[in-house]
């Protein structure tokens, strides 16, 4: 059996760069957060064959004095901890003292060096961790480091480099990371002799523009909150511009770019009721926070981080980025054109099975009251809440808007495709005034930009789920009595279900009993819902509770349940609706939060600008 010895200086830093410098990029990553460190103000990267042939970064910090500049190649020596409690409240970028040790046992390092202290710059060089005597270099101040065939002497890990263009591409990455971060500093960034990058300073919010490109500029929500020491801020996209990947979002704490598990859950979450389950939500954010509650030791590469405070700071982040996106409503933000758009399959989600809507705004009770007063809503007697849907006679000529006002005679089966009036000066509503249906399931309607095509049922379902959400946090839903109770047969586990959870129920607006072995009757529903199918909907409800029980239906489940019930009371497809009817949807989407996306996190709505159209006609052209 072999003896145990140390191993080799050389070796030792062989194995590290394996865990540092995984790629050309890992490189990089480090010498940039060396000039940020060494407070440089301008920073200038040039690469060669994807940063394999060439890594060359150029500072204007404050330099490495020459006594230092040797060490400075050295295994764990640094300036930046002296101390266990510097550990743990580190606020640089780097502490480890591996990054350079690393590199240059794996290539040829040159390092470039003037001190404020000194009258000229010195140079040193390594090959393969063979340090050469320090010798005087001209240079104005700052730093220079260049890197070059990085892994010419370990082939068993250049084997696994990728192309020039991919690791340039990774390389690319890094630095939008530092630029991001560093907005008030200048960067530049150079392949294979080709500026790609020239960056100066300018606000967080430019920067972020600049980085992810002008589409973000028209599509994102400005996030700025937290109490003493933890702050939130940066930007992140509006639901209806998601993207197929995560190659756009972007998390810092204290300037480091992390990528952690339980922020990633958190902001997942916030976006889960309005985004698709297959898009992603390009943002940048920024966490600030005492450094002595975030653990940064965890990785030698330091992407990984560990939270003190880790539930606590799950529910932060939710919270503040689930309010930034509860102010969204629609007509707040412009979808792009349709043919610039993603395209969604919306076919299984356009049905449902009712045709009432909801009533929110006082005009749209004036106009519902009317609309469902003499349709055969025989099997709703009474309200057992003050706040339930009242039916009555409502005078004639009822005013709704500006240009569209409620005869009280007119039919149900009236002419869907109208004429609109022009829209006024000052148009209060973004969303315009509805002019037509298009095949029962879209809203057609004119606005000061153009054209607005509404999807009515994802539009209405998102309006009463966000109305269930609000009854439901305020104890429970309004209750509405059922004339004749709706009878069903009923499994033995739905029958025990019914039994065991009438509280459960109650705070949901049902009331359910059991009459048989196999037998419930629905004696009540939700107010909300009107002629919902109520055996149907019960039947659902009846399951979720039954696979998931009533503690975790009142919890994590809660809203999954809410956007089962909103699924059923959202207008059906193929119902013909008067064009007072889809102004007041519209009405209620301009006021309603989330509204931009359906239940589901497809879009209600998009916008066709004038313009879109004169150019589909080749107007002026």
């Known amino acids: 059996m072999p003896h145990i010895r140390t191993l080799p200086d050389l070796l030792v830093s062989q194995i590290a760069a394996g865990e540092v410098v995984e790629r050309p990029a890992s490189a990089l990553k480090e010498l940039l957060e060396n000039s940020i460190d060494a407070g440089a103000h301008d920073i200038s990267v040039q690469l060669a064959d994807g940063g394999i042939r060439q890594i060359r970064v150029s500072d204007d910090g404050h330099g490495i004095d020459r006594p ?63 340090l050469s005597e320090p010798e005087p270099a ?24 990728r192309t020039p263009a991919t690791e340039f591409g990774h390389c690319e990455e890094a630095f939008k990371r530092i630029a991001l971060t560093r907005p008030d500093i200048s960067l530049s960034l150079a392949h294979n002799g080709r500026v790609k990058h020239r960056l100066r300073p300018v606000s967080t919010t430019e920067r972020i523009h600049e980085i992810l490109g002008d589409a973000l500029r028209e599509a994102s929500i400005e996030v700025d909150t937290g109490p003493g020491q933890l702050r939130l ?49 390009p943002y940048v954010l920024f966490l600030d926070m005492d450094p002595r509650l975030v653990d940064v030791n965890v990785h030698p590469s330091k992407i990984e981080v560990r939270f003190r405070e880790s539930r606590g700071l799950h529910q932060f982040v939710f919270h503040a980025i689930e309010k930034a996106l509860s102010a969204t409503t629609a007509g707040s933000q412009v979808p792009r054109a349709l043919s610039t758009m993603p395209s969604y399959n919306q076919a299984a989600s ?80 973004p969303l315009g005034f509805a002019i037509a249906q298009l095949a029962g399931i879209y809203i057609l309607a004119q606005n000061q930009a153009g054209l607005v095509v509404v999807d009515m049922h994802a539009a209405h379902e998102r309006i009463v789920y966000e109305s269930l959400k609000t009854a439901m946090d305020s104890d429970r839903i309004p209750t509405q009595k059922l004339l004749i ?34 037998a419930i009757a629905i004696r009540a529903v939700p107010s909300m819902l009107g002629e919902v199918d109520a055996a149907r909907l019960a039947h659902d409800v009846l399951r979720e509770i039954a696979e ?55 879009p209600t709505w998009f916008q066709v600008t004038l313009k879109d159209l004169d150019n589909m006609f080749m107007r002026g052209q």
Request: hydrophobic content about 35%.
């Open 233 to 281: 801020r940066g930007l992140i996209a509006q639901p209806a511009y998601s993207r197929a990947t995560r190659a756009s979002q972007y998390v810092f704490v204290n300037g480091r770019f992390v990528r952690d598990r339980i922020i990633t859950h958190a902001l997942r979450e916030a976006y889960h009721d309005i985004l698709h389950h297959d898009r992603h939500a």
């Open 68 to 130: 230092d500049l040797a060490l400075a190649l050295e295994r764990h020596a640094t300036s930046k901890i002296a101390s266990i409690e510097d550990l743990e409240s580190v606020s640089s970028l780097g502490f480890r003292g591996e990054a350079l040790a690393s590199i240059a046992a794996v290539s040829h390092l040159t390092l470039i060096s003037r001190h404020e202290n000194n009258d000229h710059g010195w140079k040193i060089e390594s090959i393969a961790g063979r």
């Open 350 to 429: 356009l049905r449902a099975d009712q045709t009432r809507l909801p009533l929110r705004s006082e005009q749209s009770r004036q106009f519902y009251s009317v609309l469902f007063g003499n349709q055969g809503s025989g099997n709703v007697s009474e309200s057992a809440h003050s706040d339930s849907v009242q039916y009555g006679t409502l005078k004639a000529d009822v005013p709704l808007s500006n240009t569209v006002r409620v005869d009280a005679m007119q039919s149900n089966n009236a002419p869907t495709a109208t004429a609109s009036a022009s829209l006024p000066e000052g148009e209060d509503h």
């Open 485 to 518: 109770p709706a009878t069903t047969s009923a499994s033995e586990l739905e029958v025990a279900t019914v039994e065991e959870n009438n509280e459960l129920f109650a705070s949901l607006g049902f009331e359910l009993a059991v009459i048989g072995p196999n």
């Open 548 to 602: 998931f029980g009533a503690g975790r239906m009142l919890t994590e489940r809660r809203n999954e349940m809410l956007s089962t019930i909103a699924c059923h009371a959202a207008v059906r497809a193929n119902r013909k609706l008067t064009t007072e009817e889809m102004s007041a949807l519209l009405r209620d989407m301009e006021v309603t939060e989330r509204s931009g996306q359906c239940n589901h996190g497809r």
């Open 138 to 161: 001209a240079l104005e101040r700052g730093s220079i480091v260049d890197v070059n065939n990085l892994y010419f002497n370990t082939p068993a890990r250049r084997k696994f480099l």
